[in-house]
């Protein structure tokens, strides 16, 4: 199944503002890939999903290959405007992470995504993983954003795809793909890193922001209802939201994390 590249087009612009996170956590998440990965000078890292550059960028300030792939080139024409061209040491290509990766075989020490892995095929994902990595040993990491349970954006999500599924509108859970790509890893043999909490923060959040970022994307949950079906589902949750918090504009504080984690190859 091919990508449609155009919804993360769409969320080009936008993307630092709505999903981005601070330099320090940023930062932090490098190191800490490096470090798991014992990456040495010239290694290779190939992120897949590498969007606008939130952790590119600073895994390419290492001595690494970086090789950074996504489906749109509108997030990877903002990518290439954060970069310093002297440097030697990256390249970005648009690419389908469901269709073969173009990347040679055996050639990769890293194998990094953060926040996609849910969007794309698994059985194919860890196929074109074990095929371009290392010989000498590879490691997958995934990185996610860890959120606490009775937090305004996760309780926000939860009625959201409830709302979707009333609507005829299902969609794969991103636990149940979660317990998919463990089962794929470790019947190849590979050897599970436990999550990592790598930087935890603060922060407040309304309704109103998440019915808002939803209003930015042209889909909703990982799928593309129709225009229609989108308006009602977010009109629908509006309504609930005011009930539920009092108003659109109630802020609670919550904490967030980011979460890494993966396979030893």
Known sequence: ?????APFDY???SYDSRAGLSPEICDAIA???????????????????AG????GEWLIQSSCEYLGLDISDQMLDIFRQKL??????????QADANQVLPVPDSSTKVIFSSRTIHLLELEHIVNESFRIAHRQGAVFLMGRIQRQPNSVRETMRKKMRNL????????RQKEQKHSQLNDLFLDRNSTKIDPIEVSSWQ?????KQSIDSWQQKSGLAGINPPIAVKESVLSE???WAKTKFNSLETSIESEEAYILEGFFM
Do not use: C, F
Request: without cysteine; proline residues 4%.
């Open 203 to 207: 922060v407040n959040n309304t309704p």
């Open 31 to 49: 190191q800490k890939i490096l470090a798991i990965a014992q990456v040495q000078p010239n290694d290779l890292i190939v992120e897949i999903g």
């Open 237 to 239: 949750l509006e309504i």
């Open 11 to 13: 969320q080009a612009e």
């Open 84 to 93: 310093d061209n002297k440097q030697q040491n990256w390249k970005l290509k």
């Open 1 to 5: 199944m091919k990508i449609s590249h």
């Open 164 to 171: 979707l599924q009333e609507h005829g509108l299902s969609q």
């Open 52 to 55: 606008t550059g939130i952790i």
